[in-house]
């Protein structure tokens, strides 16, 4: 009995040890996120010193870096109907387009970082966000930001035409795209850690505007249109979604 005793106890040993060297391995070095929130993949982990998962880069759609975003689209990029004032003019800048849903929490987190980068570039880049979920959900919206704390350009298109013909399936979902040939320049999901679009990252890339050899590049019009238009109901690929979703959070 004593014998069978110390064995379960070595077994145990065993196990927690194995448990602790496999938590080391994957986590990286901590670090502070508390002055951005957006960075984080549980509201927990926000304090300084807390392991922050180490992680593989993924791409929940299909990859368009390099390419233009007009041929990827085969003609503009279509929203269903502005919810706030849409872009005006965004010749000569880059444009940043996030997809999400009301139901996605982190979605809703990644909505500080959009309107931090709406309010810093204003004058180097557009924000736009295409929510999947229409006005009601919005206004419904849990979390810190509500509807009215959204400045930067909102559009919703419930057929998901923009992420369909991106073939997104995890969302947030962002492309970057610069200003002279409309080609994106980043993907990805932008608070992903170790990943992320940081505003470091984000700076360096705008910063290329202000060379000489930008700027004479820089076209009088835009590469690609944005514009709104009803989705046209016999298309398969475009159905609408629902918050039926939101039992997968």
């Not at 180490?54 to 919810?83: D, K, P």
């Not at 929490?105 to 570039?121: G, Q």
């Not at 009601?136 to 509500?146: D, F, H, N, Y």
């Amino acid at each position: 009995m004593k014998l069978k005793l110390f064995q379960i106890f070595v077994l145990f040993v065993i196990l927690t040890l194995f448990s602790f060297s496999a938590s080391m391995h994957v986590s990286v070095q901590a670090q502070d996120n508390t002055e951005q929130p957006w960075l984080v993949e549980t509201a927990e982990i926000v304090k300084k010193g807390m392991p922050v998962p180490n992680r593989t880069q993924m791409l929940w759609a299909n990859s368009v870096r390099f390419q233009n975003i007009a041929e990827v689209l085969g003609g503009a990029i279509e929203v269903e109907r502005w919810v706030n004032e849409p872009p005006k003019d965004f010749a000569g800048k880059f444009v940043l387009i996030e997809v999400w849903a009301t139901w996605c929490p982190p979605c809703r987190r990644s909505l500080a970082l959009l309107e931090y980068f709406h309010e810093k570039y204003k004058n180097e880049l557009v924000v736009l966000s295409i929510c999947e979920t229409d006005e009601k959900a919005l206004k419904k919206m849990e979390g810190s930001i509500k509807l009215a704390d959204i400045k930067a350009p909102l559009a919703v298109d419930t057929h998901r035409r923009f992420a369909n013909k991106l073939g997104v399936w995890g969302i947030p979902h962002a492309v970057l795209i610069e200003p002279i040939n409309g080609a994106v320049l980043w993907e990805g999901m932008p608070t992903q850690i170790g990943y992320e679009l940081s505003d470091e990252k984000l700076g360096k890339i705008l910063a290329n505007l202000k060379k000489p050899a930008v700027i004479a590049k820089l076209p009088k019009t835009a590469p690609f249109e944005i514009k709104a238009c009803p989705p046209d109901p016999n298309k398969p690929n475009e159905k609408p979604k629902t918050e039926t979703q939101s039992a997968g959070e």
